[in-house]
């Protein structure tokens, strides 16, 4: 089945510094990636929304120069959390779709961010 | 807009017992509806899904069953497991194509020996 690997699965960095986290799609060509925010004990929050080739569709309460989306090809988009605080703590998880209409979305296994 | 309303955890049961997780919908025209689960540490896995009114979604024992008349979509197992303990995600999808997922809160389930 497809798969969407995420990396890294944990990272701990220091306040002030930038994460990149990366999305791939690795059988099937990723026309939509979503990126999504969870806070302990709470659902999924969709930060983002970013088709290949195009810039990122952010929500609302998203600041978009804090959360750098790119999606460069068909199979990897990425996520850069810049200058991270504390409250940037959180766990971040992809998924993707081919874009066809009801075509299936498939999730990363989310990446555990720590900022200290 | 499109919302899902799922019953607060934790569900605290006793191995073999019957699991029932409330969820329900409000969305504009006909969603689809699914159920995701998550491990403590890992991502979301794809439980069950239904396309339409009176679908039934299966797998592991699990299944749902697509009302649209009330709007729900309970989750039910006959006999839970201790390895059945993770967080259960209500979820819709406009059946525009592009959209993504709209999730509930989440039920955390605790399944003891």
């Known amino acids: 089945g497809a798969v969407v690997s995420q990396h890294p699965s944990r990272v701990i960095c220091k306040s002030g510094t930038s994460v990149k986290i990366e999305c791939r799609s690795l059988d099937f060509q990723a026309t939509t990636m979503f990126w999504y925010r969870q806070f302990p004990k709470q659902s999924l929050m969709l930060m983002a929304t970013?088709?290949?080739?195009?810039?990122?569709?952010?929500e609302q309460g998203v600041e978009k120069d804090k959360f750098l989306i790119n999606h460069a090809s068909l199979t990897l988009s990425t996520l850069t959390v810049t200058s991270a605080h504390p409250e940037d703590s959180s766990f971040y998880i992809c998924s993707a779709t081919t874009g066809a209409p009801n075509s299936p979305l498939h999730f990363g296994n989310g990446t555990r961010l720590t900022v200290t | 807009g499109n919302s899902v309303t799922q019953m607060e955890g934790p569900v605290t049961l006793s191995e073999e017992a019957f699991l029932t997780i409330n969820c329900t919908y409000t969305a504009t025209g006909y969603p689809s509806l699914f159920w995701y689960v998550q491990y403590p540490g890992e991502g979301l896995q794809l439980l069950l899904k239904?396309?339409?009114?009176?679908d039934k979604g299966s797998n592991k024992g699990f299944e749902a069953t697509y009302r649209k008349e009330t709007t729900s979509f309970h989750l039910e197992k006959g006999s839970v497991q201790v390895s059945d303990s993770a967080v259960y995600f209500c979820?819709?999808?406009?059946?525009?194509?592009?959209?993504?997922?709209?999730f509930g809160k989440g039920t955390m389930l605790l399944v003891s020996p």
């Open positions: 970013s088709n290949e080739g195009s810039k990122a569709t952010y």
């Open positions: 239904a396309t339409k009114a009176d």
């Open positions: 979820a819709l999808r406009s059946n525009s194509g592009y959209s993504t997922l709209t």
